[in-house]
């Protein structure tokens, strides 16, 4: 089957750090540009972070620049979020996101893992 | 950064009822926009990319249109899978934007 599995999620205390995973199959996923996104609870979406296919380019929210890292291992199909300096505004539930680019979309997610940064 | 503006927040309708969502750009974008369907507790689902172009599987009284700046997804008659929230999303720069969402509720 063509998925996107997250892990890693959890409670952590402000100022604590947390490393989600992210386990593609069924897709070529060195070919694609892999994205977190995150949904804090009973918000909108807001993209986090995209890494191109070999690393080469990655970008950030404001909102995560300094804080967060994204990395990949194409040998595992893997997509990694590093978070550090957790803040309470972090909390959220966190998407895996395959871009694909002739659509210029978001064409598959994960189902997400809730980060809750709490106190 | 390119800012989205979704209208309206919250739409009440009917089965079998015409609706439109409109989404506005704070500055052009081309055709660089998708639409996305989220169900409770669910991932968003892709609609429609490249501000008109039907994903695959995606029934077809769903439709998309605009370029530049205005943008609408217009659902011609309403079934009751359809009662969900539906957020854009542009694509002109790489830091990708969503529009704040409108949610579709049944009247």
């Known amino acids: 089957d063509v998925q996107l599995v997250e892990s890693g999620g959890g409670l952590v205390r402000p100022g604590g750090s947390l490393r989600l995973s992210c386990a593609a199959s069924g897709f070529p996923f060195s070919t694609y540009s892999m994205n977190w996104l995150r949904q804090a609870p009973g918000k909108g979406l807001e993209w986090v972070s995209s890494i191109s296919t070999s690393s080469d380019y990655i970008y950030y929210a404001d909102s995560v620049s300094g804080r967060f890292t994204i990395s990949r291992d194409n040998t595992k199909n893997s997509l990694f979020l590093q978070m550090n300096s957790l803040r309470v505004e972090d909390t959220a539930l966190y998407y895996c996101a395959r871009f694909d680019g002739g659509r210029s979309s978001f064409g598959l997610w994960g189902q997400g893992t809730l980060v809750t940064v709490s106190s | 950064d390119v800012q989205m503006t979704q209208s309206p927040s919250t739409l009440s309708a009917s089965v079998g009822d015409r609706v439109t969502i409109t989404c506005r750009a704070s500055?052009?974008?081309?055709?660089?926009l998708a639409w996305y369907q989220q169900k409770p507790g669910k991932a968003p689902k892709l609609l429609i990319y490249?501000?008109?172009t039907l994903e695959d599987g995606v029934p077809s009284r769903f439709s998309g249109s605009g370029s530049g700046t205005d943008f609408t997804l217009t659902i011609s008659s309403l079934q009751p899978d359809d009662f969900a929230t539906y957020y854009c999303?542009?694509?002109?720069?790489?830091?990708?934007?969503f529009g704040q969402g409108t949610r579709l509720e049944i009247k």
């Open positions: 490249r501000a008109s």
């Open positions: 999303q542009q694509y002109n720069t790489y830091v990708y934007t």
């Open positions: 500055q052009s974008i081309s055709t660089w």
